[in-house]
C-alpha cells in the first residue's frame, strides 16, 4: 500500500485558537501546531452531506490522512517535534542545546542510540521537551498569545462573571500540513477533498469572532519514501500524537509488540522516551464531547528489538501509520531517522550568519580556577552591555513621558503612560518569544500588538516636534529601542538581547513614571541626567 501525500502550506492571517483542551473551567493552554482534526473538520463541513455513503470512505475509514501542520524552518522545510530522547547537561556552563534559533549539536545527547559509554559524562541531563526541529538544526517554536475578553450581556455591557480568555498561535506564521490518500481512494474524490484547501479557510475556535483565516496552497504531491531495514534494532520517532490500544481495547501507553502488530518484537525501555496525555475532543456537529483518548505525545521515541529482524511489510505498514485515528492525523511516525542515529544529531549543512555563530574556545583552559574566572568575566561583560542598554533607554523614556506631558499640558501631579501592569506585560512578552523577531509582531503588529497604532496606553497620547510633520508617541519609541536593542555591539544573541529587555520593563515598572512630573524629576537625579525643562 502506498501512500500520496500532498504538502499543503498554511499560513496564519489571524490569530487561530486551538486548544489543548476542550474543558470550559481553567486556563486554556494552545496547541504549538494546527491538528489535523481542525483541517478534517474544515473537509467534512464542506462535503459531508454531498459525498453520501463516500462520506464514510474519506473521514472515517482511514484511507484519507490529515496530517497535523507543523511549523516551517526559515529554509522552508516541515519541522519535526523535538525527540523526547535528546538531552542536554543542565549544569554545563556554556548554556543549553538551543540558541539564536538554532540547535546546537554538540550539546545535545541522545540517549536512544546507545552506547552511552562514548558520550561526555552528564551531571544533570536534562529532557528537551519544546520545540521543533529542521533537518539543518533550525529551532522553531510557534509564538503565543494570550487575550482576555468577556461576554458582552443584553444591555450592551459587559456580563457579570463572564471574564474569560483564549491562548492563540500568532498571526503571520507559517505551517506544513500533509494529505494523504491511499490507492483506494479515487481521483475523483481525491479531487473534491483537495479544492476544499484552495483560498482562504477558517481554522480553531471563536472563529464567528476575530480569529481563525488561514491561507491554505496545495503544494506538489510527492509519495511517502519506502522505508528501508536497519537490522534488528528499530527506532520510531512520533510525528504527532498516536492512539494506541490492546487487543483487548485498552489504552497502550506502553507500546508492546501486540499493539504494534509486530509478533516477537521486544520494547527497549532503556532506549524508549514516551510521555502521555488525555484529552476528549469536542465533536462541533454532534455538541457533545467524544470518548476520552489517552495517547502517546508527539515526540516520543519507541526502541524495539527482534532477532532477525523486521520485514519490509511490516516497516510499510508503519511507516503509513500507527494506531486509531489515522484520518485525525494522529499516528504519523518517522522511522529509522537519522537524527536519532548517532549519540549527538548530525544536522544538514546551511549557512549561519557570523553573528549567530557559536563561539568554541581556541583551547582549554590551563585550571579550573582560570576556567570560572573566564566564564564570570564573560558573564559580566554581558550583563554591563544590558545595563548600558537599559540606562540609554531609560534616560531616552524620560525625555519622551516629558515632552508628551509639556505637548497635552497636564497637571505635574496628573497621571500619564504605561503604569506597572502595562510594563510587566511586555517583560511577559519577551518571556514568550523565543527571538527578537518574534517579539516585535506581539508589541508592533498592526492589529493585534500591544502597543499598536491607536492602542489607548502607548499611542494615543504623543506630540510633535517644531517643523517635523511626523507624530511621536511611546509606540513610536517601542520601535526605535527594539531597533537599537538589535544592533547593540555588546549584546550577542538572542537570548542576551531579550533578557535586556525584560531588564529594561522590569526597571521601567520599579519608576512608577507613570505617577507624575515629580517621579520623572527623580529619575532624571537617578540616571544622572540634570533636571531641566522638557519642550
Not at 249 to 275: I, K, T, W
Not at 340 to 359: D, I, R
Not at 493 to 498: I, N, P, Q, V
Request: hydrophobic share 40%; net charge positive.
Amino acid at each position: 500500500m502506498t501512500i500520496l501525500e500532498y504538502p499543503l502550506r498554511l499560513e496564519l492571517l489571524d490569530d487561530v485558537v486551538f486548544s489543548r483542551r476542550s474543558a470550559t473551567a481553567g486556563g486554556h493552554e494552545s496547541l504549538d501546531k494546527v491538528p489535523g482534526s481542525a483541517l478534517l473538520g474544515w473537509a467534512a463541513a464542506q462535503l459531508y452531506e454531498r459525498l453520501g455513503e463516500q462520506a464514510f470512505l474519506v473521514f472515517h475509514s482511514g484511507a484519507v490522512r490529515f496530517r497535523d501542520g507543523l511549523p516551517l524552518s526559515p529554509a522552508g522545510k516541515r519541522c519535526a517535534p523535538v525527540p523526547l530522547a535528546w538531552h542536554e547537561n543542565k549544569a554545563a556552563a556554556d548554556g543549553g542545546a538551543r540558541q539564536d534559533g538554532r540547535w546546537l549539536a554538540e550539546r545535545i545527547f541522545n540517549l536512544a542510540a546507545g552506547g552511552q559509554e562514548r558520550m561526555p559524562p552528564l551531571s544533570q541531563p536534562r529532557q528537551l521537551r519544546s520545540g521543533y526541529v529542521g533537518g539543518d538544526g533550525a529551532c522553531m517554536r510557534p509564538a503565543t498569545r494570550y487575550r482576555m475578553m468577556t461576554a458582552i450581556g443584553e444591555a450592551g455591557r459587559a456580563a457579570e462573571g463572564q471574564l474569560f480568555g483564549y491562548e492563540s498561535l500568532v498571526r503571520g506564521q507559517r505551517f506544513e500540513a500533509r494529505i494523504g490518500f491511499e490507492d483506494s481512494v479515487p481521483e475523483a474524490l481525491r479531487r473534491q477533498v483537495l479544492d476544499c484547501f484552495e483560498g482562504t479557510i477558517r481554522l480553531g475556535r471563536s472563529r464567528a469572532s476575530q480569529y481563525g483565516r488561514v491561507r491554505a496552497e496545495l503544494g506538489t504531491p510527492q509519495a511517502a519514501p519506502a522505508p528501508t531495514a536497519g537490522g534488528e534494532r528499530l527506532l520510531l520517532w512520533l510525528m504527532s500524537d498516536a492512539w494506541l490500544r490492546t487487543p483487548e481495547g485498552q489504552p497502550a501507553l506502553v507500546p508492546d509488540a501486540e499493539a504494534l502488530g509486530l509478533e516477537d518484537a521486544r520494547l527497549d525501555r532503556a532506549a524508549s522516551f514516551l510521555r502521555t496525555r488525555s484529552y476528549s475532543p469536542w465533536n462541533a456537529h454532534r455538541r457533545r464531547h467524544e470518548i476520552e483518548r489517552q495517547v502517546l505525545c508527539a515526540g516520543s521515541v519507541i526502541a524495539l528489538e527482534r532477532p532477525g529482524g523486521f520485514t519490509a511489510q511490516e516497516l510499510q505498514r508503519l511507516a503509513s501509520g500507527i494506531g486509531l485515528g489515522l484520518a485525525q492525523g494522529l499516528g504519523e511516525v518517522r522511522l529509522q531517522s537519522p537524527l536519532l542515529a548517532t549519540p549527538q544529531p548530525v544536522f544538514t549543512a546551511v549557512s549561519v550568519p557570523a553573528e549567530a555563530a557559536p563561539t568554541v574556545p581556541a583551547a582549554r583552559p590551563a585550571s579550573t580556577l582560570i576556567g570560572f574566572l573566564a566564564r564570570r568575566s564573560g558573564a559580566a561583560q554581558r550583563g554591563s552591555s544590558a545595563q548600558d542598554f537599559v540606562r540609554q533607554a531609560l534616560r531616552s523614556l524620560v525625555e519622551e513621558l516629558g515632552r508628551i506631558r509639556a505637548f497635552v499640558g497636564c497637571a505635574p501631579e496628573t497621571p500619564l503612560g504605561p503604569g506597572r501592569s502595562q510594563w510587566g506585560q511586555l517583560a511577559t512578552f519577551a518571556r514568550q518569544a523565543d527571538s527578537l523577531a518574534a517579539l516585535r509582531p506581539l508589541l508592533l503588529d498592526e492589529a493585534h500588538g500591544a502597543c499598536r497604532r491607536g492602542d489607548e496606553t502607548w499611542d494615543r497620547l504623543g506630540y510633535q516636534r517644531a517643523g517635523d510633520p511626523a507624530r511621536r508617541s511611546l509606540g513610536t519609541w517601542i520601535g526605535e529601542q527594539l531597533d537599537a536593542l538589535g544592533a547593540h555591539p555588546g549584546l550577542r544573541g538572542d537570548a542576551e538581547r531579550l533578557y535586556a529587555w525584560q531588564l529594561l520593563c522590569g526597571e521601567a515598572r520599579k519608576l512608577d513614571l507613570h505617577t507624575g512630573a515629580a517621579a520623572l524629576d527623580t529619575a532624571r537625579d537617578t540616571l544622572g541626567e540634570s533636571r531641566k525643562e522638557t519642550a
